[in-house]
């Protein structure tokens, strides 16, 4: 299953780039909002296999993730992979110049299952991927406006 998000972005793409790359910022939000992330500090986050271990409660469980960066383009984008209980979720991040002063972002995420119950739980979210990509539409959008700020 896939979502993906296209934003214009009034700003140059080095400084739309520094801010999608800003990982500790990220890791800072993901903290308040209850999430307990680590990140393996034997290599800086901007390098290829830097990766992140997240635990948070869901639905009444403690679900674990684990993240890892596997391409990043210095004022392209990067890519990353993460595992969580039978998915996996590839996610894109590109940019585009479209002038000096103006980026393309697109984010993309594709989910995959790969057992019997994961399967299941994208069918169920395929029920509800009209509102899913709405709110991910918003969140990119949302993201986006605060980088022109």
Request: hydrophobic fraction near 40%; glycine fraction near 6%.
């Amino acid at each position: 299953m896939k979502f993906s998000s296209r934003e214009d972005i009034e700003a140059p793409v080095s400084r739309v780039f520094e801010a999608v790359t800003d990982f500790d910022r990220f890791e800072r939000q993901l903290l308040r909002r209850g999430v307990d992330i680590t990140r393996d500090e034997s290599c800086p986050p901007t390098d290829i296999g830097a990766n992140w271990q997240a635990k948070f409660p869901w639905r009444g469980r403690t679900h674990a993730v684990v993240a890892e960066l596997v391409t990043f383009e210095p004022e392209n984008g990067f890519a990353f992979e993460s595992r969580s209980g039978g998915v996996i979720c590839m996610g894109v991040v590109d940019l585009v110049a479209l002038s000096k002063s103006r980026t393309r972002l697109f984010v993309s995420l594709d989910l995959r299952p790969t057992t019997l119950s994961s399967r299941l739980f994208i069918q169920s979210l395929k029920l509800a991927k009209g509102s899913l990509s709405r709110k991910f539409k918003a969140r990119v959008s949302d993201w986006a406006a605060r980088i022109e700020t």
